[in-house]
């Protein structure tokens, strides 16, 4: 799930880029960006996949 929003994420970072939109520095493309290595940085580390029951 993690990864889904990182790719939208880098969508709107590509968006923002490639538009030539202007915002304001919270959300320039780069920040946008650093965020969706964020959320794949914490994919492969494995959290947001979910609890795991106990096995007997």
């Known amino acids: 799930m993690l990864a889904i929003a990182a ?3 880098f969508f709107i970072a590509f968006l923002i880029n490639a ?3 202007t915002t304001n520095e919270a959300f320039s ?3 946008v960006m650093l965020l969706g290595l964020t ?3 914490l994919h ?3 959290v947001g996949t979910g609890w795991r029951a106990g096995r007997r």
């Open 7 to 9: 790719a939208v994420l």
């Open 44 to 46: 492969l580390a494995g």
């Open 29 to 31: 493309s780069g920040n």
């Open 39 to 41: 959320l794949v940085a």
């Open 19 to 21: 538009a030539e939109i």
